[in-house]
Nanobody, 117 residues
Framework: QVQLVESGGGLVQAGDSLTLSCVVSGNIFRIRDMGWYRQAPGKQRELVAEISSTSITNYVNSVKGRFTISRDDVRNTVNLQMNNLKPEDTAVYYC???????????WGQGTQVTVSS
């Protein structure tokens, strides 16, 4: 069974920084893609950032230059460094992985990020 556990969320002020971490455990062959998504109240879940097994990254335009995604394949972790946070970044942030070959997806339970103005 694969488990994803996120941490690092919280309440911060605009302009502050946070680092989200996601630890993956369980019977995993290899992880293909790792990513962070977010869902604000009343909105659809959206991709924030993703990183491939070859470390190619992709970001939603609204976070480019402020957020950085990274992965550690030894520790099976993916981090999201978030700088210069804005109130519109307020959301529940979810970690997602895609397994190599099978393309099975696994999600974490989410961590709340609240940015006050």
């Amino acid at each position: 069974q694969v488990q994803l556990v996120e941490s690092g969320g919280g309440l911060v002020q605009a302009g502050d920084s946070l680092t989200l971490s996601c630890v993956v455990s369980g019977n995993i062959f290899r992880i293909r893609d790792m990513g962070w998504y977010r869902q604000a109240p009343g909105k659809q879940r959206e991709l924030v950032a993703e990183i491939s097994s070859t470390s190619i990254t992709n970001y939603v335009n609204s976070v480019k230059g402020r957020f950085t995604i990274s992965r550690d394949d030894v520790r099976n972790t993916v981090n999201l460094q978030m700088n210069n946070l804005k109130p519109e970044d307020t959301a529940v942030y979810y970690c997602k992985i895609t397994i190599m070959r099978t393309f099975h997806e696994h999600w974490g339970q989410g961590t709340q990020v609240t940015v006050s103005s």
